[in-house]
C-alpha cells in the first residue's frame, strides 16, 4: 500500500461548487502540507499542519480550507471553486526536519 | 526574502552527454536544500539532502554538491530514464518560516537516445 494516499486522483468539476480533496498517510508523520503546482510557476504551499491542533496558513492559502482530522488525515476544501484554481494539488507529509515525502496527486480542473 | 531559482529552465542532451543543472538560493539561515526528481503527473521523488557547504551526495549517475549560494545536480553519463524534472528546495531555519521548504520553478530534463 502506498505510503501517502490522495483521493480522488482527477476531477473535474465546474465555477462555484464546492470540492475536497483528502489525503491519508500510513507513514505516521506528525506534520502535512498542502502544495499546489502550475506549470512554470514551480510548488507552493497552501496550507501545514504540525498537529492534529496546529494548522497554519502557507503562501497562497486564500479561497482554500483544512481540515485536520486525525494524524493520518488532512483534507483541503475549495468552498467555491474558480478556474484559477486548476492546477495538480499534492499532499506531503513529513517527521520533524526531515525530508517532506508527497503523494501521488490530485488533478483538478474547474470549468 | 528567501528565494530558489533554478537553471535553465529545460535541458535537452544526448544520452552520455555530462552536464549540471544549478540552483541559487538566498535564505535566512539555511537548514537543507533538497533535490527532488519529478516525472510527469507524479509526485515530486526525494533524491538528496545537503546540509552544509562543501557535502557532496551521490546517487547512480547523479551528484549533488553545495556552497554557500548554490547546488549544482551534476550528470554523468544520462540515460532516457534520467529525463524528468528536476526540484530545488531550500528549508530555512525554523524562525524564519517554520521550517518549510521553498521550491524552486524546476529544470526539465530532457535526454534523447
Known amino acids: 500500500d502506498a505510503d501517502v494516499t490522495q483521493t480522488p486522483r482527477n476531477r473535474i468539476t465546474k465555477t462555484g461548487k464546492r470540492i475536497m480533496l483528502e489525503c491519508s498517510q500510513t507513514?505516521?508523520?506528525?506534520?502535512m502540507y498542502w502544495y499546489r503546482q502550475d506549470p512554470g510557476l514551480g510548488l507552493r504551499l497552501i496550507y501545514y499542519?504540525?498537529?492534529?491542533?496546529?494548522?497554519n496558513k502557507g503562501e497562497i492559502s486564500d479561497g482554500y480550507s483544512v481540515s485536520r482530522q486525525a494524524q493520518a488525515k488532512f483534507s483541503l476544501s475549495l468552498e467555491s471553486a474558480i478556474p484559477n484554481q486548476t492546477a495538480l494539488y499534492f499532499c506531503a507529509t513529513s517527521d520533524g526536519d526531515t525530508k517532506p515525502f508527497f503523494g501521488p496527486g490530485t488533478r483538478l480542473t474547474v470549468l | 526574502e528567501d528565494q530558489v531559482t533554478q537553471s535553465p529552465e529545460a535541458l535537452r542532451l544526448q544520452e552520455g552527454e555530462s552536464s549540471s543543472l544549478n540552483c541559487s538560493y538566498t535564505?535566512?539561515?539555511?537548514?537543507?536544500l533538497f533535490w527532488y526528481r519529478q516525472d510527469p503527473g507524479k509526485g515530486p521523488e526525494f533524491l538528496f539532502t545537503l546540509y552544509s557547504a562543501g557535502e557532496e551526495k551521490e546517487k547512480e549517475r547523479l551528484k549533488a554538491t553545495l556552497t554557500k549560494k548554490e547546488s549544482f545536480l551534476h550528470i554523468t553519463a544520462p540515460k532516457p530514464e534520467d529525463s524528468a524534472t528536476y526540484l530545488c528546495?531550500?528549508?530555512?531555519?525554523?524562525?524564519?518560516?517554520?521550517?518549510?521548504?521553498?521550491f524552486g520553478k524546476g529544470t526539465k530534463l530532457s535526454v534523447k537516445p
Open positions: 535564505v535566512s539561515g539555511l537548514r537543507g
Open positions: 499542519s504540525f498537529d492534529v491542533k496546529d494548522i
Open positions: 507513514k505516521g508523520h506528525d506534520r
Open positions: 528546495a531550500v528549508q530555512a531555519n525554523l524562525w524564519g518560516s517554520q521550517g518549510n521548504l521553498i
